[in-house]
């Protein structure tokens, strides 16, 4: 491991809306902000295809153009993005904290904004990774839009997935709910809801055999698992709602976290546990996850680590 060690006096580890966002602002607050992008730079913008409902792109954008369009302004305004991965935080001894970058670099930073986001999870069949982007999808508010009067289908059996369900039987014409089990795990509410809303039609005990298509979703082949039958219907869309998981491990032994990871900050505030460290976007945000709301929380990110470092400086100076 490298003896020379970098001080810096805020270091944002992760990229997308919320770790660019949090870059601009702390480079117009001379902050001198480090970024690094992490194993995914963009974030999961980047295997996003058209994005339609950021402000400020009326004829909507493609979400890797956007990402770059994020970068180019942060780095114009002076931050230091670095491709690298962080793999190791000591935050046990207060600001400065120490950061390995690449398990070699030694980075010493007064201010940490954590923007390491969440990812989805796959069911792991081939023709899903094939076809991400080109009828299958993560995000329905993100990308029902799309389908639109169309047939879709969407796997889950939660609370997310049924708000999912719910949402595209508004804009499209048929909702097939693929349900792994004999039941639902989503509340009696969200149940309720599902089952009486006349166009999603729930299949119990139903599994993903495979999405039909070459370039994008032509259709949907599923396996019933107490019977063994397999039935193909026509969709265009395909949607995995199984949940998401934190990219949050890495600050497990530091910072305060909820049972599925996602780091929890004081309310209003991007403030964690640890003095001098902040987080924004999906890392600590289970709720919304939208491109415009991580955006805003970076930029929140970057506020809180700019009025704490002054008022670090000012006691310092007192």
Known sequence: MSTVEEHVECLIIGSGPAGYTAAIYAARADMKPVMYEGLQPGGQLTITTDVENYPGFPDGVMGPEMMELFKKQAARLGTDIRFGMVTKVDFSKGSPHRVIVDDSHVIVAETVIIATGASAKWLG?????????????????????????????????????????????????????????????????????????????????????????????????VKNSVSGETREMPIKGFFVAIGHTPNTGIFRDYIDMDEQGYIKTLPDTTYTNVEGVFCCGDAQDKVYRQAVTAAGSGCMAALDAERWLGARKAQATA
């Open 125 to 221: 069949i081939p023709s899903e990774q094939r076809l991400n982007g080109s009828g299958v999808s993560a995000c329905a508010v993100c990308d029902g839009f799309f389908y639109r009067g169309q047939d879709v289908a969407i796997v889950g059996a939660g609370d997310t997935a049924c708000e999912e369900a719910s949402y595209l039987a508004k804009i499209c014409s048929k909702v097939y709910m693929l349900v792994r089990k004999d039941h639902f795990r989503a509340s009696k509410a969200m149940q309720h809801r599902v089952m009486n809303t006349p166009n999603i039609e729930v299949l119990f005990n139903t599994e993903t055999d495979e999405i039909l298509g070459d370039r994008t979703v032509e259709g949907l082949r």
